[in-house]
């Protein structure tokens, strides 16, 4: 028994660890039935994805985020993915299929320099980038530092050079 069981047996934890509320995160890859990346955009269905909980985009406008709310209990966790799931799999277009592994599927060239030109969504990078031109203009892009707040439902994002 390691040591971290043994304290949990000792003080009598284990029924405490299984009482809390947990969210499971699931990525996955939209890919055409071809093996190539999907080259199409971030279904409108699911409405914005700067304020959609669940469901949002990676890198590219192909890699879905699916985020379950806090459950408390696996079995509620899983069916909450699943319900999300089947309503990613519900829009995806005819010629569209899920990739079934965590890892990603090996792409050509052409669909990597696709992938990194795809991404419709909202970029703080881009924000941050015009906003510190008007402020600062661009020969002192990043000279000096600020940060930008953005206020949202989960909280403050700052956003701002690396130093």
Do not use: C
Request: proline share 5%.
């Amino acid at each position: 028994m390691s040591k971290l069981s043994q304290i949990i047996a000792e003080n009598e934890l284990s029924s405490l660890l299984t009482k809390n509320y947990m969210g499971l995160e699931l990525e996955e890859h939209r890919l055409l039935k071809d093996g190539r990346i999907s080259r199409y955009p971030y279904p409108a269905e699911f409405l914005s994805r700067r304020h959609n909980p669940y469901l949002k985009t990676d890198f590219a406008d192909n890699m879905l985020e699916i985020s379950g709310t806090p459950t408390l209990g696996t079995d509620a966790n899983l069916a909450n993915l699943a319900m999300l799931q089947q309503l990613v799999t519900d829009h995806l277009q005819a010629d569209e299929i899920i990739w079934p592994l965590s890892i990603a599927p090996a792409f050509s060239k052409d669909d990597l320099d696709f992938a990194g030109s795809f991404n419709t969504r909202f970029s703080y990078t881009t924000l941050f980038r015009s906003t510190a031109k008007i402020r600062h203009g661009s020969r002192n892009l990043y000279r000096r530092p600020y940060q930008l707040q953005h206020q949202s439902n989960v909280g403050a994002i700052t956003v701002g050079p690396r130093f």
